[in-house]
Structures are given as structure tokens and as C-alpha cells.
């Protein structure tokens, strides 16, 4: 602990993206912070043994500053919001106490991440200045490496969309940009496949999943995963005109 | 491709991304490879007096194996085709030697980034079991980052669009999308902001130029900009409905 009980001061948030999962893509600032700061909060869903983000900082966090906050598996608001609101009242209790503190987030911290709800109450405990958001590699970014599989050249437009239930969605974008991202393709997968398939983009895509993890997917044949069920924690992105 | 992937004396290519400007926001793995590969490849333009990305690695990189590469200040395709298969092969001659070489691009090397040209190039010479690409943190989420400004929530279409000399080409994209990232913003600032303001997203967005240098500009006082001619180097994100 840097700071003593009687000093003052109020302590420094980070909020930090760890990256898609390998550690070694986390940022150096990400990984030093880790490090020095006195308390490192990580969520948890409830029904999970435990949190990815911590997973990934395993190897460099002292587990004794580790604080995780389990969330409810819930899409109620008001049951939500309590969470977030709780969350946050723990984290400024520290931070009021002179403590500093991180916040693991997977990827991007505001590249839907729900990091974004626990900000919106954090900034009514403590003034902005003490909050700093550190941004980290997104799992796209990290798929089109693993695949090396381009996202975009000068000029041309992305597209990064969450899969809705009504894949039918996805047309029109699918027609008018040069890249397009799908996230969240989970059980949509075949769906999509078949989208694809029927605006000639099979050919053109690259399916990735579990990135930087040891059961890691990545693969240009799309097709062949019809019917595989391997949507989960999975991106695909298509790049028009790439063979 | 004269040699097979398993012929050891084949050197590692690794592509990657050292991050939008903090020396901090590179990735671990970048770092670490920087320090241990046998020669650092960084382009750079033909009428600038260093590369950007070497700035960037400055205090960590071994001066004697960095390799500039110039590129020509041309929109001629026929020039710049040589100019990127000169680069390859002098990347490929170190490579076929048994040394291992890192290429650097600012931000992420597959968004944006001339680095798609060159591995075009050098997946002609060098088997692509021997090139790794190494994703790195985008200017744009730097950018949300650095004004602590949320890019987009679970469920929510995010469009990334290089801004044309047609402005209005952006309209359809900033009424359909929940967020909209624009890139390459540059002379056409009072045009976009005009847009925004037409559209009733001016305060609903962030501005943000040269994110983690000195002279970074961070606001949400989008309109107070026009006029500035700040639009260099710039993005601009815009939320629909955040205030």
C-alpha cells in the first residue's frame, strides 16, 4: 500500500483493457500498472468459476490485491444497475482511502465492454481527474492478426456489428462496406454462414475464436464450420473481394 | 518460396503494430520481440525526417539494427508496387540470411496501415508459416480512451470510415450507426463539424489529434475547432444520444 490511512489523498482508478486473452498482448502501461497499484478489481459472472481478465494477468498480479466482483447473470436493469452501483461504491471506498486501483477489462475497455456502466457510476463517486482509461488490443484486432487476414486499406469502410437474432440484419451493411466485423455470432453462427454464402462472401472471410487462447480456432474455410456449434467467443470478418 | 517451412535457417518475420504514440501502449510482446529480434524494418516517407513508429521505440530499440525504409510521396500505383517490393525483398534477403526482423506500423498493422501492402509483397517471397502479425492498439481507441468516452455498448453497429473528400457521403452513416468513428479527417474539419452540428451530433462528440504525444488535443468542444485547421492526425468519435 502506498499511501497511509491518514493520508487524504484521493487514489487513481485505472480502468484497463488486459487485451483478447493472449498476456502478452496486453500494453506494457497496462501490465506496469498492474503491478504497482494497491488493489486490482477483475468481474466475474456469477456462474463462472472465474474471471477471463484475471486469467490473463495471472502470472503478474500479486493475488492478494485481487478483489473480484461477481455481477449477476441477469438481463433485469434494475438488478443490473444495483450491481454496477455497488461495484462501484467498493471501488471508490479504496480509492477515498488513499488506495489506488485497477480495473480488468478483456480487449478494448469501451469496445462493448460493460466497463462503460461501471464508469457511468464511478464518475458520480469520484471526480474525473482521478480516472484513467487505458485502451487494449479488441479480439478483432487480435483475430485478423492471428490470421493474417487484413482489416482495412486507406479509403475503405469497417463495419463492426453485434449479431442480432434477425441475421437478416446484417444484409444491407453486408452490401455496402468494404469490411465488416461480426461479433457476438455465438449460436447465429450456421445463419450466418449461410448469408455469406448466398452474397458470395464465404470466400472472403476469416473465422476466429478463443484467440490467443490454447483452444483457439482460426480458419479461412467458413463453410466447413456449419453445423459445428464453434460460434462461441468466436469474430468473423469479411473483407469484400479477398481471396 | 524457394525454401520449406521447416528449413531452419529461414528467419521470423513479425509485423506489428507498436501502438497510437505512447511508447506505453505498445503491446508486451511487441516490446519484447523489438528487443530481441536481429533487425527492426520501420518505413518512412520520403519527405519526413524519421519514422513516427521509430519515435515510438525509440528508448528501447538497438540504433544499429534498424533499417529505414523510404517510401516515395506518390499516388502512382506503378511506383508505389516497387517501392513495396524493393521493401520485401530487402526483408526477405535478412530473412533468407537466418535473422529474425520485426517491421513496425503505428496503431494495428491490419487497420489502416500501409503494412497490408508490404505483406502482399513479402508472402510472394517467405512462407507465411514464417510471418507472424502482431495486433497493436488502434489511434481510435486511444482515442476514446484518452477523453474517457465510450465507443460502443453491447448490442450497438459501430462504423469506422475514413472521411472522403465528399463529405456528405457520411450522412447515411451517422444517421444509421450508434457510433461513428471518423478517420483521415484532415482538411475537411469545418465540413464534418458543419455536418455534425446539421445533424444534431456535435455534443454528442469527441475530438482527438496526436493521442499520446505532447501536443495532443483531447475535447468534446467540437465546434469551438472550426477554423483551427486541427484536423491533422485527428479522430473524431461520435456517440448518438451521449452527452
Chains 1, 2 share one sequence.
Do not use: C
Request: proline share 5%.
Amino acid at each position: 500500500m502506498t499511501q497511509s490511512d491518514n493520508d487524504p489523498k484521493l487514489g487513481k482508478f485505472y480502468g484497463m483493457g488486459v487485451g483478447p486473452g493472449d498476456p502478452e498482448l496486453m500494453t506494457v502501461k497496462a501490465a506496469r500498472l498492474i503491478k504497482e497499484v494497491d488493489y486490482v478489481f477483475t468481474p466475474k459472472a456469477s456462474f463462472k468459476d472465474n474471471s477471463m481478465a484475471l486469467q490473463i494477468v495471472k502470472d503478474i498480479v500479486d493475488e492478494k490485491k485481487v478483489i473480484e466482483q461477481v455481477y449477476p447473470m441477469t438481463m433485469d436493469k434494475g438488478e443490473l444497475n444495483t450491481a454496477w452501483s455497488t461495484a462501484a461504491e467498493e471501488i471508490a471506498a479504496k480509492l477515498k482511502a488513499g488506495h489506488n486501483a485497477a480495473y480488468l477489462t478483456i480487449g478494448d475497455p469501451f469496445t462493448f465492454s460493460t466497463y462503460i456502466y461501471l464508469l457511468q457510476h464511478l464518475t458520480k463517486l469520484i471526480p474525473e481527474d482521478n480516472i484513467e482509461t487505458i485502451p487494449g488490443v479488441t479480439s478483432y484486432n487480435a483475430a485478423a492478426g492471428a490470421g493474417n487476414f487484413p482489416i482495412v486499406e486507406s479509403g475503405m469502410k469497417l463495419a463492426v456489428i453485434p449479431v442480432s437474432k434477425d441475421v437478416e440484419e446484417l444484409r444491407p451493411i453486408l452490401q455496402t462496406f468494404d469490411t465488416i466485423v461480426l461479433m457476438k455470432v455465438a449460436k447465429k453462427l450456421d445463419k450466418v454462414i449461410e448469408l455469406l454464402e448466398e452474397l458470395g462472401l464465404a470466400e472472403s472471410s476469416l473465422f476466429a475464436s478463443y484467440v490467443g487462447l490454447e483452444n483457439a480456432v482460426v480458419t479461412r474455410d467458413i463453410i466447413s464450420l456449419k453445423g459445428s456449434e464453434k460460434g462461441y467467443m468466436s469474430v468473423i470478418i469479411v473483407k469484400k473481394g479477398y481471396k
